[in-house]
């Protein structure tokens, strides 16, 4: 098992405690193609309506996505909202939460209206002010009681009252007491605030208001990140860059400038809650900082190319770093060939895809998947489901079941990663995956190949296989019951 293995099955069952501003996220789904008559505004169709834990639960929800346990302690009104939070909370294995309620404050939500994977509107619900003491009391309480047997504190700050200068030197003075790492997402100006923590977390804008000093060269990112060293009194600071990565201090004062893992990006919704979760397991369970950064780097990278405030699980984890499973095989769920694609792609490579039953494997695939490997620098390879094999060839058919047909897959030298769909079509593993290039035989046209215009629409291309004569699973079928049957 190598190292990064290690670290990411360190993670599995490990409490952490996260501190913050608990919110509701709520994604509606729709379409907009046309401008309203009645003002110059979009016309939104709404069609589907999804509610998540947000702000700091969105921590909690990456630490236990990433094999951790979560304590969620915070504070919400006595309404709606609060209630279907509180379900969401319950519903989740692994997460718990001692939420205080304050019947005069509405429980914060965040309404996003997305259309084609993109958003269009946000609309906030909140009340924002500082808790009152009993409530602060509640949490202190709650708080406590949760860090015994814990790993690490997170402490995350998205400006709604919950975390005054007094809460978070509380917290950490709990933490401190029991030497526990303590990881803060800060969003105030003045970060001299969270004194007391082991490391903190700001974003580039964030690092330059709270500086004066500009992110964008790997210079001014290290002088930023020692500046806040020093405001902070805090021994690390991680800087999170967007698409320069990350510039890590640790608490020698030596600097790593980490290169982004991210290249597709669809949504930076949560972002730095994964960043977050991940850096908490990491030096919860023993890691350098920068060993506990590049973990944090590469569980960014994948949950960027997701829509929604996403989370990542160990397993993607895992796929994006190493190319294969926890498990070490090749074939992967369609959430981990697409954490896989996202990390290849982000390194320059190119990565191909083709698909087939394969049932019985013959000449002419192995044409085929040589062909397909020559196009680019990696290959993923998707096969029809059992189920889906027997709505398109019969009920005799697969000869050989999904995960046989996989695990000789697998073998092939041209195979990087095999993912199986279920579907009569290989679109919604096109879709996702995002694929540089897409091979067919040349038996297809261009404009009759599934998920060639998802493909092409991107900047990637068709690349057509020549065929090998006679060669097909049904022929080699008939041939083995017998003359009679070629």
Partial sequence: MSRSSEWIEAFRGRKLVVFGDVMLDRYTFGDSTRISPEAPAPVFKAERVDAMIGGAGNVARNIVSLGGQAVLIGAIGADAAGRELQAAIEAEDGLSAALAINADMRTAVKNRYVAKNQQMLRVDEEDVGDQPDSVVADMMSSLATALEGASALVISDYAKGVLTEDAIARACALANDRNLPVVVDPKARDLSR??????????AKETEEATGQSCVSDAGAEAAARAIAQQVGCPMVVVTRGPQGMTV???????THLPTAAQEVFDVSGAGDTVVAALALGLGSGLAVEDAAELANRAAGVVVAKVGT??????????????????????????????????????GQSVVFTNGCFD???????????????????????INSDASVKRLKGPSRPVQDEDSRALVMEALRFVDLVVIFDEDTPLEA???????VLVKGADYKPGEVVGGDVVTGRGGRIALAPLVDGQSTTAAIARANGPENV
């Fill in 430 to 436: 096109i879709t996702a995956i995002q694929p540089d």
């Fill in 249 to 255: 201090r640790n608490a020698d004062d030596g600097i």
């Fill in 360 to 382: 019985l494997l013959h000449p002419g695939h192995v044409s085929l998947l040589g062909f397909a490997r020559e196009q680019g620098d990696k290959l993923i390879v998707a």
């Fill in 310 to 347: 996403a989370t990542v699980s160990a397993a993607e984890l895992h796929i994006a770093m190493h190319g294969t499973g926890p498990d070490g095989r090749l074939t992967v769920s369609l959430d981990g060939a697409v954490a896989a694609t996202r990390a290849w792609q982000a390194q």
């Fill in 194 to 203: 969270y004194r007391g923590a082991t490391v903190v977390t700001p974003n």
